[in-house]
C-alpha cells in the first residue's frame, strides 16, 4: 500500500474478528514503531504487548470509553520514559500512530485509546511511575468497515499569515 494511501484510509476499527493477530505480524507493527523519530533520537518509548483475555479484560473496565478493549485480540500500550525524553507525548505519539499506520498496511484495524487513567493502566502492567503511558492501541482484524469524510484543505490551510487563502495552492476540493 502506498503511504498516502494508507494515510488517507486509515480509520479508527472498534470491532474486530476474534481471529488473533500472528506473532509475525505483532513484530512488524513493533519494527514501524522502533523506526519512528524521536526528539534528538533518544527513543524513549517501550511497548507492552497484550493478548491474555484476563488482562484485557481489567484494562477495558479501567477505561469509561474502551470496553472493545476486551473484545480486541491483540493491546499495545506505549510508554515514554519523561527522564530520557523532552518531548515525551510526542515522541511516544509518532510511535504510536508507526503502529497504527502498520497494522492498517498489515489488514488489520486499530483504535487508539487515550489512557487517562494512568495509574489504573500502569498498576495492571506493572509499569514503572517514571514511564508517561502514551497510548493503548486495540489492534485485530477489522470486523466493520467506517467511512469518514474530512474538511476541505481550504477550510484550514492560510498562507504566511492565519487567515490569508491567498497562497500559492489552489485547492481543488
Known sequence: MEL???????????????DPVPPELIEKMLEAARWA????????????V???????????RAFVIGP??????????VA??????TCPVQDGSIAAYAIWLAAHDLGL????VNPTVQFGIKRILGIP???RLVSVIAIGYPNEAPVHTRKKLSD?????????????????E
Open 50 to 60: 497484550v493478548t491474555n483475555p484476563e488482562t484485557k479484560q481489567r484494562m477495558s
Open 109 to 112: 484495524g486499530a483504535c487508539w
Open 37 to 48: 523519530p524521536s526528539s534528538i533520537n533518544c527513543q524513549p518509548w517501550e511497548f507492552v
Open 4 to 18: 498516502l494511501e494508507a494515510i488517507k484510509t486509515r480509520r479508527a476499527i472498534r470491532r474486530f474478528k476474534k
Open 129 to 131: 511511575f517514571n514511564k
Open 68 to 77: 472493545f478493549l476486551n473484545e480486541a485480540p491483540l493491546v499495545i500500550v
Open 156 to 172: 484550514f490551510v492560510f498562507f504566511e499569515k492565519h487567515g490569508n487563502k491567498k497562497g500559492p495552492i489552489e485547492f481543488k
Open 80 to 85: 515514554v520514559d519523561r527522564l530520557k525524553s
